[in-house]
């Protein structure tokens, strides 16, 4: 780094020239293309590797019928692609008009290294072992991976390491949907005379609750409109929502993001027994069954197995799902029984299954559908990718409304974070948007004991 004097400037005061940059070579790990279809593009103005292992995996996986095999496939024809560039060939490397220049380690030969610790026995060292094998040949190397194990491994033979984090928002930062303000009473007597109350500071986002308190210990829970730009009260509830009342303003808020039609996409976070399924459900009864504002009720959850995958087990579709979605069908009879009263509530769940307005269906088999003027609800949303989650938004068709529950802080896959997952990167990229609302739900009412574990545990 070298100093200069800058004329015009006292002899003490100097300027430091920033060093040049030097590129780097980012070595690409197969879940992040997994994850991101898109990744390879994200690297500007540096050199990108496929190693012919992440090819091989791949290629493995392209034959799969779920979001990994999309993803594969997607990958594998976009690298094809690369082939009719006359920019380079994929062995020297090939740029692409997004300024990273692509190429594919070729080198079959996985013999050990002098220096190289790991065992060649498995897939990932054989990865790791070409990294080592760039920088040693003065390549300044990094290695992208979503798996924690693989970076540590890298770091023990001090090779840089990231994970992938073009897709990653701040789930300390999140978005509440929900803030309370210090006011006089007066104000809030104004706003119950007038039901309107203007507020111009604050930078409220679109469909932004807003808890007002005085010092008098007077409140009032209103929504901002971005139309009006003013504090507006929240719509009424004449008695419950199929025996549901809210518990809490969280609950309120959340009701009221899903009973209104001109907001298209609602996200729900909150910790187990917060009541995001049950009130997202109940409002859907309400506004297929008793409003018909929408043709049906379409509920979805990832299938995240812990074993064998949806496709080994016996029976029908919906039998397979039956087990899946056993907490929908959970809060469907609990909704039921409160609507019909004890022991009613099994016949009014028949009815209503019977009536097909109600439809299961796995996130796999949503893509490639087009769905309008349904109520979809997607449960469990953490466990989805950022990419996913688009595939599945981007179904909703004209007059569709759609739901997205979850809790960012238990996740299931194993290659998402609470700031990777595409629950967390939908809140973060809508929230400034008139068409969507959200709701953090902070409180646990499912019991007393659902409440203490939850904090505690």
Not at 228 to 236: C, G, N, V
Not at 420 to 448: C, P
Request: proline share 4%.
């Amino acid at each position: 780094m070298t100093v200069a004097k800058t004329p015009g400037l006292s002899d003490k005061t100097i300027i430091l020239k920033e060093k040049k940059v030097s590129r780097k070579t980012f070595i690409i790990d197969t879940n992040v293309l997994i994850h991101d279809p898109t990744a390879i593009q994200q690297f500007q103005d540096n050199d990108v590797v496929i190693p012919l292992t992440v090819l091989e995996e791949l290629d493995n996986l392209k034959r799969h019928s779920d979001e990994a095999g999309k993803n594969s496939r997607e990958v594998i024809r976009y690298i094809d692609s690369l082939k009719a560039e006359k920019t380079g060939d994929l062995h020297t490397g090939v740029v692409i008009p997004e300024g990273p220049k692509v190429r594919i380690h070729l080198d079959t030969k996985h013999e050990r290294i002098d220096g190289f610790p790991l065992p060649l026995d498995r897939t990932t060292n054989k990865f790791l072992l070409i990294a080592y094998l760039l920088k040693s040949q003065g390549e300044d190397v990094v290695i992208v991976s979503k798996d924690f194990v693989t970076r540590v491994k890298a770091e023990a033979m001090d090779l840089e390491s990231e994970d992938y984090e073009n897709k990653k928002t701040s789930y300390q930062e999140i978005y509440k949907g929900l803030r309370r303000i210090d006011v006089q009473k007066k104000e809030i007597d104004l706003f119950y005379k007038d039901g309107t109350i203007p507020y111009t500071e604050g930078n409220f986002r679109p469909n932004e609750y807003a808890l007002l308190a005085s010092p008098e210990k007077s409140s009032a829970v209103c929504k901002y409109s971005e139309k009006s730009r003013k504090l507006e009260p929240l719509l009424p509830i004449n008695k419950d929502i199929w025996g549901i009342q809210p518990l809490n303003i969280e609950q309120r808020c959340a009701i009221d993001l899903l009973m209104r039609d001109d907001i298209h996409l609602v996200t729900l976070i909150g910790s187990a027994g917060s009541g995001k399924t049950l009130l997202a459900l109940a409002c859907g009864m309400k506004k297929v069954f008793d409003e018909n504002a929408y043709s049906r009720i379409l509920i979805s959850r990832p299938i995240v197995p812990m074993g064998k995958d949806i496709g080994y087990l016996p029976g029908t579709k919906e039998e397979k799902l039956y087990h899946w979605m056993q907490p929908i069908y959970d809060n469907l009879e609990y909704l039921c029984s409160t609507t019909s009263g004890e022991g009613n509530g099994a016949a009014t769940l028949e009815f209503i299954m019977e009536s097909k307005k109600i439809e299961m269906e796995a996130v796999t088999y949503i893509r490639g559908r087009s769905l309008p003027k349904m109520y979809m609800i997607i449960d469990e949303a953490q466990n989805l990718t950022p990419h996913e989650v688009k595939t599945i938004i981007s179904r909703a068709g004209k007059g569709t409304k759609v739901i997205l529950t979850g809790d960012a802080t238990q996740i299931d896959n194993p290659y998402l974070d609470r700031d990777s997952n595409g629950l967390t990167y939908v809140v973060n990229r809508f929230k400034n948007y008139r068409i969507f609302g959200h709701m953090f739900l902070e409180r646990t009412e499912r019991s007393e004991l659902a409440s203490i574990a939850a904090e505690i545990l």
